[in-house]
């Protein structure tokens, strides 16, 4: 990473919150334009101590010198922040990371897809049910059979949610593992698994280039007004 990839990053972000036209882009009120202030060197150490691994780094870098969250892609991008002395990310979904396991690879490969698929056919129809309760009752059922395998804990260690897009939507910032340093964007609530964020050319979107094109696009946006 180009050590200029964050200078005057903070200033772009505060520039498009002083504009008018800011409430145009998606997920103002979310994040308004607001950073939080950028993490010191021996609070990243502190960090890094507690989750036992080193962040990636185009992500430590942004949080050192841009912010320790805030305005960002979609609703922005969740504050690490150190609360009753402990570290931990805040936002919608949030917890669905084991800080605990953040030093696990993350892995590549989701549920076995026969499996799902499988488990998919098996999905209550409401056609076959005489009583809407029935029909609720086994969708429930199923229901308990489907989320041990879509949500395992095990498919999201090594990964942090990093933003979330609205209706459970979410994105994961990869901290451990191959996949380092890049977002994954997580529709699992629409029944799909993980799956890599690609550029317009099928490139795998880091941290920066997912941060950067965000702040680009909001300035294209807002340019005109």
């Known amino acids: 990473m180009n050590d200029r990839t964050w200078v005057g990053v903070r200033e772009r972000v505060h520039s498009l919150g002083s504009s008018a036209a800011g409430a145009s882009v998606f997920g103002f009120l979310g994040h308004r334009f607001s950073l939080d202030e950028p993490l010191t060197s021996a609070e990243m150490a502190g960090l890094e101590r507690q989750i036992g ?3 990636p780094e185009e992500y430590r870098d ?3 010198q841009v912010g320790a969250g805030g305005a960002g892609p979609a609703y922005g991008v969740f504050p690490v922040r150190r609360l009753q002395g402990r570290w931990r990310w805040e936002g919608d979904g949030a917890e669905l990371a084991d800080l605990s396991r953040l030093a696990d690879p993350f892995p590549r490969q989701g549920p076995d897809p026969e499996l799902v698929r499988a488990l998919w056919e098996q999905h209550p129809q409401e056609e076959d049910f005489e009583e809407i309760e029935d029909f609720d009752d086994a969708v429930e059922a199923w229901e308990e059979r489907w989320e041990p395998v879509m949500f395992s804990p095990d498919r999201t260690v090594g990964a942090i949610v990093i933003s979330h897009l609205g209706c459970a939507a979410r994105q994961w910032l990869i901290v451990s593992g191959l ?3 890049r977002i994954w964007s997580d529709d699992r609530a629409d029944d799909r698994d993980l799956v890599p964020l690609t550029d317009e050319h099928g490139a795998p979107m880091t941290f920066a280039r997912w941060y950067l094109n965000w702040l680009e696009q909001s ?3 807002i340019a005109p007004s």
């Open 219 to 221: 300035e294209q946006r």
């Open 62 to 64: 942004f949080l050192l």
């Open 179 to 181: 996949e380092a340093g």
């Open 53 to 55: 691994v080193t962040l």
